[in-house]
């Protein structure tokens, strides 16, 4: 099942009230980057799906609409950036979420990754450090009527202990080193996705085998901006 379509969660959402709209154009733009990323090596329907029907360029600032379906990473204020669509399409798919699980995102951001997780079924919980972005994305979320993702201004670093354990745990910063408690809180069987490098980052798929054993997967090289410690006010 897959929560995209006629009767998706975007359909009549609150849109009309707010100055967003998603016109014939954006809609060509989006199936143009969708037919990018397919040719990038991207595979998994059900990503594709949630990003050929989410709007990125409502995670944008207006002014940069031009570049939302553009593959590259993007500035969204506070020295911070949306993800490029091929990293959230790659992390997305590795992940595998799906309907009705418990997923953790670290690294809220625009909202964007947050959303196309909630889209392919997941009941997402996500938490920023910075207070301006997690208030923007926290607003945007509402605003497409996204009730099956709850957003927290928390130090990412210690997770959610009150709501573990999580069948899926994304990081979408570049973490030093994967923080304990968010191993901790992965439910046996479950799976995180995280970047770990200080200036570089691989890409690690671990997967949790039993209380004490973890199964990690070195996938590949990306860049993110860091996981930093600690939480920013406005
Ligand atoms: N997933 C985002 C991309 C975010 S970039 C999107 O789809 O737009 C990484 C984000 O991680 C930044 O917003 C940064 O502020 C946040 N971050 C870094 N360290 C963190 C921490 N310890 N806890 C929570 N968020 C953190």
């Given at each position: 099942m897959l929560v995209v379509g006629k009767n998706s969660n975007l359909a009549g959402t609150r849109y009309h009230k707010m100055i967003m709209k998603d016109t014939y154009r954006h809609k060509g733009l989006r199936r143009r980057l969708i037919g990018e990323l397919q040719k990038k090596g991207i595979s998994d329907e059900r990503v594709l799906e949630a990003m050929g029907a989410l709007p990125r360029h409502f995670f944008l600032d207006k002014a940069f609409e031009e570049w939302a379906y553009e593959d590259k990473p993007f500035p969204i204020g506070s020295e911070q950036t949306i993800s490029q669509p091929y990293t959230v399409a790659y992390m997305s798919s590795l992940l595998d979420v799906q309907p009705r699980e418990k997923v953790l995102e670290i690294g809220t951001g625009s909202g964007y990754q947050a959303a196309i997780l909630a889209l392919m079924g997941g009941r997402v919980y996500t938490v920023e450090r910075h207070e301006s972005l997690y208030l923007k994305a926290k607003e945007m979320l509402h605003s497409l009527n996204m009730n099956n993702i709850r957003c927290f201004h928390r130090d990412?670093?210690?997770?959610l202990p009150e709501f573990a354990p999580f069948n899926k745990i994304m990081v979408t910063a570049g973490a030093p080193e994967v923080p304990d408690a968010l191993r901790q809180q992965l439910a046996i069987g479950g799976v995180m996705v995280i970047p770990v490098g200080k200036t570089a980052q691989k890409m690690y798929r671990i997967e949790r085998i039993d209380e004490t054993h973890y199964d990690e997967k070195e996938m590949g090289d990306f860049r993110f901006v860091p996981f930093l410690k600690g939480l920013e006010k406005k």
């Open positions: 990412g670093f210690k997770g």
